[in-house]
């Protein structure tokens, strides 16, 4: 049974470029999440989708936006990249109440802006 | 957002030794608290949690100790092995995310 699958794995942009992060939540999940891991941090809530709309938002820029497709997979699109947005991403899949059932973390995408 | 202050922020212990990470939270109208164990280039995966129904929980050789009162809860890994090397997470749930704690580097030494 296959967990949470992100792409690509590194990836490597310059400041003001877009860059689109994509998740495939583990099998029988329907909600997915994205965190953003700074080097040395605990992962921040960026932003949550359910039913392909965003259900709830962390405190990131607008430039950072997303999408939830009918398959349940997710999209993580950030523009006019900063180097302050040097991080490991993070999605993670869950299903009904996430703060009983948890999350299933891929093992990130990690993105250097140069 | 809620905070989660989590400490020591890196303990080193001997092989066969115990180590405790401990957390406080500020509120939460949900009971269940996860820890994340993530190691180098890899995402943080569930390790235990538990729901403050009860004061621990023992799974193996990691054990959870809640105090609701203090909105405090403990990691406990006991005969500490070089495979536990890793970073742990504790993490406070609101309704639709989780808030970390910034983490504590475990290094267990041979």
């Known amino acids: 049974d296959a967990g949470v699958t992100q792409s690509p794995t590194h990836l490597i942009k310059t400041r003001g470029q877009q860059v689109t992060l994509r998740c495939s939540p583990k099998s029988g999940h329907d909600t997915v999440s994205w965190y953003q891991q700074a080097l040395g941090q605990g992962p921040q809530f960026i932003f949550q989708?359910?039913?392909?709309?965003?259900?709830q938002r962390g405190n990131f820029p607008d430039r950072f936006s997303g999408h939830q497709f009918p398959n349940y997979s997710s999209e993580l699109n950030v523009n006019a990249l900063l180097l302050g947005d040097s991080a490991l991403y993070l999605c993670?899949?869950?299903?009904?109440?996430?703060?009983?059932?948890?999350?299933?973390f891929g093992s990130g995408t990690r993105l250097t802006v140069v | 957002q809620q905070q989660v202050k989590q400490s020591p922020q890196s303990l080193i212990v001997q092989k066969g030794g115990i180590s405790i990470i401990n957390c406080a939270y500020e509120n939460t109208a949900f009971d269940y608290f996860p820890w994340y164990q993530q190691f180098p280039g890899k995402g943080p995966a569930l390790l235990i949690a538990i729901r403050p129904d009860v004061s621990e929980k023992k799974e193996g050789r990691f054990t959870i100790s809640f105090n609701k009162s203090a909105k405090q809860f403990s990691l406990h890994i006991m005969d500490s092995q070089p495979g536990d090397s890793a970073t742990y997470f504790c993490?406070?749930?609101?309704?639709?995310?989780?808030?970390f704690g910034a983490g504590t580097t475990v290094t267990v030494r041979a």
């Open positions: 993670a899949s869950s299903f009904g109440d996430s703060h009983t059932s948890g999350y299933t």
């Open positions: 993490a406070a749930p609101d309704i639709y995310k989780l808030s």
């Open positions: 989708y359910y039913e392909e709309e965003e259900r």
